[in-house]
Each structure stands twice: as structure tokens, then as C-alpha cells.
């Protein structure tokens, strides 16, 4: 039996468009991250909180030759960390978060390697300047500026550099 409309039924009608997103707020916002690489990315920096002094600074060697790709210098200081692990002991806690790390930047796309040294920066500004440091001396240099670098301070008031 064919549906017949009756004249009492309301027409529908659609909702207003949403109003457009100006400019300034869609361009300064951080690119979109997938769920699954912000869950990484939050694993991570979750970690990074609990590492000893040893741990962060063979994280910002490894960070560092991650950013710098092909410099010999970041090869050689990632090489002497390499060391034999005793075959009868399971490998620690730490062992396994660099691996897991290294898996998961490697799939990461530039943007979100950006995005987690930004998120990186905002929690932990001090290791995050000595890592521009540390990758500005792979280039010969003192030390490495940005231009017109902007930071996102705790309370979150945003500072130009």
C-alpha cells in the first residue's frame, strides 16, 4: 500500500548552516592528529615524566637523530648505547618504551612528529631547548633560532619569540 501524505504533516525544513570558522582560529590551531597517534603520543610523553636523568638524555639522543637523519655525529653517540642484554634476564621496563617509540614515530607523518615535540615542549620546555641546542650543534652552529617561534605557555597565554 503506497504511503499518501496527509495535509496536516509539517514540511521539513533544515537546520541554519553553521557559521564559518574564521581564519586566524583554523590557522593557528594544531594540524588534526589521528586517535590512535594522540593515544601514542600521550603514552609517551606519560613516560617521559617517570625517566631518570640517563633515560631523558638517551631519549633526546635518539630524538635528535631522529630530527637529523644522515648526520654521523647523532650514528655514533646512539651506537655507543647499544649494549649485549643478558640472554636469562627479561629486558626492563625502559627497554621496551624506546622500541615501542621508535615503532610508533616511524609512522607518524612530519606534522605529527611536529605536533609531539610541540605537546613535548609544553610540558617539558627545558629538555625541549636542549634538544634545538643539541640539533643545532649537529650543524656546526652555536646555537639554532626559529623564526617567529610561538609558545603556549601553562596558564596559556601564547609568547612569540
Same mark, same amino acid.
Given at each position: ?38 593515544? /601514542?603520543m600521550?603514552?609517551?610523553?606519560h ?29 655514533? /653517540? ?33 606534522? /605529527? ?6 605537546q613535548? /615542549?609544553?610540558?617539558?620546555?627545558d ?32 609568547t612569540?619569540?
Amino acid at each position: 500500500m503506497p504511503l499518501e501524505s496527509s495535509p496536516s504533516s509539517m514540511p521539513l525544513s533544515l537546520p541554519p548552516p553553521l557559521p564559518s570558522v574564521p581564519d586566524s582560529i583554523t590557522n593557528s590551531s594544531p594540524p588534526p592528529v589521528s586517535y590512535i597517534t594522540s593515544q /601514542e603520543m600521550k603514552c609517551i610523553l606519560h613516560w617521559f615524566a617517570s625517566w631518570s636523568g640517563p633515560q631523558r638524555e638517551r631519549f633526546l639522543q635518539d630524538l635528535v637523530a631522529k630530527a637529523v637523519p644522515g648526520k654521523l655525529q647523532p650514528l655514533l /653517540e646512539g651506537l655507543e648505547q647499544l649494549s649485549v642484554s643478558r640472554a636469562n634476564q627479561p629486558p626492563c621496563i625502559f627497554g621496551c618504551q624506546p622500541r615501542l617509540w621508535d615503532q610508533w614515530f616511524r609512522g607518524w607523518a612530519e606534522q /605529527e612528529r611536529n605536533e609531539f615535540v610541540r605537546q613535548l /615542549e609544553v610540558s617539558e620546555p627545558d629538555f625541549v631547548a636542549k634538544f634545538y641546542q643539541a640539533v643545532a650543534a649537529t650543524a656546526g652552529k652555536d646555537s639554532w633560532t626559529l623564526k617567529s617561534k610561538k609558545i603556549i605557555t601553562a596558564d596559556g597565554a601564547t609568547t612569540l619569540l
